[in-house]
């Protein structure tokens, strides 16, 4: 069910978006643009359009994005695809479609390409036209390969949607005298985390994030999840390979009285 409004929302943009096409067809055909006569550019960018509805749906309720869910959408972006060229054969005069089928129309379209676009003056690619077609379809189906930037965004480990909340901040350790102060901060905030203490936490990382330069070695990144109100808060040094100073697990009561907003911006 988590799924069912990213759906939704993805077949009514490309529904719309099909439905402008059609309507456009005799006065623009923003599908037959290509670059250098061989990328699809019109098509991917009406795929991309079409396929701005799973993006925003998923943006609003931080599904978790798998590869099954970008095959599906893959799949339905080809259907639809092909459904326009099925509505675009639907809106011819009922005399022609008496006597031409829809695969006889999609044939002599296809083979009617040139490198100018439909119908354009120039040599016919003939069956080289369906190299065209698999372009065509791959540029519009493409828009769904784009949901593939929501995999990298941390996944919640308790409501399994995005962890889209996160704050960053450093700590200089360089100088003796550095190394101390940050450990002491280090230290206070343990302590504070230990005793859930809400006000102490907020004021050590507002102190750490006003001191923050950009000698800094070590780093604290908070994140939170604005489903399950869960949190993490992590401090590593810069160093590869070095273990954390400190990795805690934060309960949504304590991260629910945190200014998130204000070190989200």
Known sequence: MRLLPVFVAGLLTTALMMLAMIFLRGSLNIMGFYLWYIVPAGAICIGLLASSGY???????????KDSLIFCVLLLQLVAYFGSCWLNYRLLSPFLRQHVGFWE???????SFTFGGHDDRGTLLGAWGYGIRVLEALGFAGGALSLSAFQLLPICEHCKR???????????????TEIAQTQQRLNQ???A????HARAVTEIIDAVRQGTTTASTVKLALTWCPSCKYGHVKAQTLTPGEEPLIE????PDLVSQLPLKRWSR
């Open 105 to 111: 129309y999609f044939d002599a379209v296809t083979r």
């Open 162 to 176: 995005q962890q889209s909340g996160k704050s960053v901040c450093f700590l200089p350790a360089e100088s003796d």
């Open 193 to 196: 985390l230990d005793n859930n």
């Open 55 to 65: 993006w925003l749906a998923i943006k609003l309720t931080r599904v978790q994005v």
């Open 248 to 251: 805690e697990i934060l309960l």
């Open 189 to 191: 905030l343990q302590e």
